[in-house]
Structure formats: structure tokens, C-alpha cells
């Protein structure tokens, strides 16, 4: 932990603007305890880990937990606070909130509203993260998640990547209604946040991204909001897609183990569509297709299927239809899941799918995944 309290009840916090020379000699002529359990603790100043402090042996406060830190969570705390104390009207570092039993990074006030800054290093189960989210809007603070950047998971050369992301990164990707998806990290090695902007799934824990750099002193607060992606950039995602695509069929092609009985498989050959020349306009990307378990590419095909099994016209369809659909693939009938697939049957009827051609799908998907969804 980085603060402590003086004998004399004075908050102390080991600050980087404090030398180890500087630090070594006020632990000389003064003594430090826990501002929770208000015991001895005692000031680490080494040249691994930076200065902080640390409870005696056998120590039995709960504050404990805090205890055992990695050397850039310690660092990203330091850094973080020293950044806010600027940009923001309070700041406090590792304070106690009493009403809920929990203890932010940082606990932020700033216009009349109250922030809780968590900056996650290590591993926490997913429960445990939604609990300490509830608890603190219980206590009416807004929870901000900054996990550290997963920076093996990034190409450094590339602003239009492909990313996987892990269910505990999943859980922090911010939802809102005027922006992409998005997600913000952040690494102290380097004193940068690094944005996963314009978040568009492909499936399971994949997902395409743009990434964007931001050095810590170039922030503000509240935290900038990523820009919506250009239609050259969309280009760039639209290929990345496409070959996503057809790693889909090489691999349903050469490890698929059911054969042509596979549904996908089954429905593209009874439409006579050969899996590695299947149309642009089926497996694209669709407003709440997260919401269903399978690549777009599986589930549109078989869409396409049960349509002409039913011989309706997309004009025609009921959502009576969409449900028995829906059933049919043992997905669950929600809100998200209808609605996913109304955004479908949009896109085909608006596309005029006869006449379709690529550059009208990629104009036609920026604008329903991009442009329109900076104002739905």
C-alpha cells in the first residue's frame, strides 16, 4: 500500500516526488501506522519494488489484501494519483469506504460526482468483479475498471488488428449508446493508456479493433471518448472480416467432424452454394449479433436455409418466425437475439441482395454499424 498515518494521525503517502535518500530519512524520525487497523506498518524502500508500505509479520487487518502487490500495479497507483491530483477537484489514494467495506485505487470527486478508479493487474474472478461494481454504485460511485495493457495480445505495428480478449477483459468493455464499444487500458511501464476503440465482433472472445496510444499526461477526465472509425478504416476491417471468414470454412472444411451433416454445411449444399464462394452478404457483421453464439457466417447460412426450407420471403417474415428460428438453433429467444436478427433481414432488404455487390455492402455496413449507431 502507498499511504500510511504519521504517529501525530497525519496522512503520509510515498509519492514519487519524494527521493529514496528523501524517504529513508523521514522513515528514520518517524513512525507509521495502518489508517484502518492502526497498527505498525513498516516503509519498504527498496531498488526492485517502489517505496511503500507493508504490515509487521502476522499482522491480522483485512487491509492485508492490498498487500503482495506487483510492482506496476504500485507504479500505476503512483502514477494515476499524481496525474489526477492535476486534472481533477479531489483525489484520494487507497481510501476506506466504510458504508460498503471496500477500498478503491483511487476515489475521485470531481462536479458534485464521485468516481472509483480500480487499476487491475492480476487476475480477479468475473463475480467479484461485478460485486465491487454494484457496491459501489450502491454507494452512488461510479466504478471505473483500467486493466493494464495486454500488450502480447497487440500487434504494435498495426492500428486495424485483430484482438482476442480474455472474459475479464469483456466484462471491462464500456457500452455506450453514442460510441462503439470500447475499451480502455492501461500501461505504467510506458505512462500511456491504450484504447480498444470501435470493439466489432467477430465471434467467441474475438474481436477487430482500432488501437490507439494516448500518454498519460495528454488524458483528461473524464477519460476522452474514441472517435468513430472513418470509411477507409472500415475498409481495413471489412478485409480483416472477410478473412476470418474464410478461416471459418477451412477449418469447418478440414476439422469439421460431423461432415456434411454439419448444419452450415448442410444448409450452404442444399442451396447449392459452394462453402469457399459463398455471397458477400451472408456471414456480415450486424447490430446485437453478439448477443448470438455463433460466427455470422454459420447462422446467416442457415438463415438463408430455413427461409427457403419455409419458402417465405423475407418480406413475409413474422416474429413468430424469427422465434421458431431462434429455436431451432437452440439459441435463446431475447430482446437481443430478435433484434439481431431483424438487423439482418434490414440489411438484406435494403441491399437488394439480386443485384448486390461489395461495395454496397461495406457502405451499407458502415452505416448500420457505425453511422447509425451514434445516434440509436
Known amino acids: 500500500m502507498l499511504v500510511a498515518n504519521t504517529e501525530k494521525g497525519e496522512q503520509f503517502i510515498?509519492?514519487?516526488?519524494?527521493?529514496?535518500e528523501k524517504l529513508s530519512n523521514i522513515r528514520q524520525h518517524t513512525e507509521f501506522y495502518c489508517p484502518q487497523c492502526k497498527e505498525r506498518v513498516t516503509m519498504k524502500i527498496g531498488y526492485v519494488m517502489i517505496p511503500h508500505f507493508a504490515h509487521e509479520a502476522n499482522a491480522a487487518c483485512n487491509r492485508l489484501f492490498s498487500e503482495?502487490?506487483?510492482?506496476?500495479?504500485?507504479?500505476g497507483k503512483s502514477q494515476l494519483f499524481d496525474y489526477f491530483q492535476r486534472v481533477v477537484e479531489q483525489v484520494e489514494l487507497e481510501?476506506?469506504?466504510k458504508s460498503i467495506a471496500q477500498r478503491p485505487d483511487l476515489l475521485i470527486t470531481n462536479k458534485n460526482k464521485q468516481y472509483a478508479i480500480e487499476f487491475q493487474c492480476s487476475s480477479i474472478a468475473i463475480e467479484k468483479l461485478l460485486m465491487r461494481s454494484d457496491g459501489y454504485r450502491e454507494a452512488e460511485i461510479e466504478p471505473i475498471w483500467l486493466f493494464k495493457t495486454p500488450t502480447k495480445k497487440i500487434d504494435a505495428g498495426k492500428v486495424i488488428q485483430k484482438i482476442t480478449l480474455s472474459p475479464l477483459l469483456q466484462q471491462?468493455?464500456?457500452q455506450q449508446r453514442k460510441y462503439r464499444p470500447y475499451l480502455i487500458t492501461y500501461n505504467a511501464s510506458k505512462q500511456q493508456f491504450v484504447y480498444f476503440s470501435n470493439l466489432l465482433l467477430?465471434?467467441?472472445r474475438t474481436y477487430l479493433t482500432k488501437v490507439q496510444v494516448l500518454p498519460l499526461m495528454k488524458q483528461r477526465f473524464?477519460?476522452?471518448?474514441?472517435q468513430?472509425?472513418?470509411k477507409d478504416e472500415f475498409y481495413l476491417y471489412w478485409q480483416l472480416y472477410k478473412k476470418s471468414r474464410e478461416q471459418f470454412v477451412l477449418a469447418k472444411l478440414l476439422r469439421g467432424q460431423r461432415g456434411v451433416q454439419d448444419p452450415f454445411l448442410k444448409s450452404c449444399y442444399d442451396m447449392r452454394i459452394p462453402v469457399q464462394k459463398i455471397p458477400y452478404y451472408i456471414g456480415v457483421p450486424v447490430r446485437h449479433a453478439e448477443e448470438i453464439p455463433l460466427f455470422s457466417l454459420e447462422w446467416q447460412a442457415m438463415f438463408h436455409y430455413f427461409c427457403m426450407e419455409l419458402q417465405?420471403?423475407?418480406?413475409?417474415?413474422c416474429l413468430g418466425d424469427i422465434q421458431l428460428f431462434l429455436k431451432q438453433l437452440h439459441i435463446e429467444i431475447t430482446a437481443d437475439t430478435v433484434a439481431a436478427i431483424k438487423a439482418y433481414i434490414s440489411f438484406l432488404l435494403e441491399l437488394k441482395t439480386d443485384q448486390v455487390e461489395e461495395v454496397g455492402i461495406l457502405e451499407k455496413l458502415f452505416d448500420d454499424l457505425f453511422a447509425i449507431n451514434t445516434v440509436n
Open 228 to 230: 468513430t472509425l472513418t
Open 222 to 226: 473524464p477519460f476522452y471518448l474514441p
Open 68 to 75: 503482495g502487490e506487483s510492482q506496476e500495479h504500485l507504479l
Open 172 to 174: 471491462a468493455i464500456v
Open 312 to 317: 417465405i420471403s423475407l418480406e413475409n417474415l
Open 14 to 20: 510515498c509519492a514519487p516526488r519524494f527521493s529514496r
Open 95 to 97: 481510501p476506506y469506504i
Open 202 to 204: 467477430v465471434q467467441g
